[in-house]
């Protein structure tokens, strides 16, 4: 699913914080006329990709917050120690994770080809069975329904199915679903 879109690199999601006059954000570069063109509900009329600051709600709740921990203690295992680089795949993934399942780990598709073909996609980041086996992480669960377990064969999954590098540069431009100034496409 290569293509366009901006990349997940710049600041992590939900830095918070205010954005009004006197204040640190209000001298960011496009901060004031990204929040313009959203007042007037036209943020993508003249958009090129990494020009304007992208702003995105931080995903919360119960759900949210463990599957948040599940995608920090798979970086860890997956040996990705860069603050940079697992920001850019905590916020890639939280998304995935949002439009795939609403960060349900019991979340079952049972109405696509594969569930029909006897092996629906499960779990936060909605795996087949095969998919996950493939790409699974030896020491960790089994289980689909296990964040940790999943959180890990995504990113083997995205690095080795799409070629995401591991500081996660190409996360959005690779996988659309990763992608926030894109629509959401299955991967």
């Known amino acids: 699913m290569a293509g366009g879109g901006g990349p997940m690199g710049g600041a992590p999601m939900g830095m918070g914080g205010g954005g009004g006059v006197g204040s640190p954000l209000a001298s960011l570069p496009g901060l004031s006329s990204a929040l313009s063109a959203l007042d007037r509900g036209d943020h993508h009329t003249n958009h090129h990709p990494g020009d304007e600051l992208t702003l995105a709600t931080e995903p919360a709740g119960p759900s949210a917050e463990r599957v948040r921990a599940a995608i920090r203690k798979a970086l860890d ?88 590098a591991v500081d996660a540069s190409n996360l959005a431009a690779n996988i659309q679903q990763a992608d926030p100034t894109r629509p959401p496409k299955g991967y």
């Open 77 to 164: 295992i997956e040996g990705i120690h860069d603050p940079v680089a697992r920001a850019r795949w905590e916020a890639g993934m939280m998304l995935v994770a949002k439009r795939e399942s609403g960060f349900n780990n019991g979340a079952r598709n049972h109405d696509d080809r594969n569930a029909r073909n006897g092996d629906p996609s499960d779990g936060s980041w909605q795996f087949t069975g095969g998919t996950f086996r493939q790409y699974h992480q030896p020491g960790t669960s089994g289980s689909r329904s296990d964040d940790v377990a999943e959180a890990c064969a995504f990113i083997n999954y995205a690095r080795g199915r799409y070629h995401v």
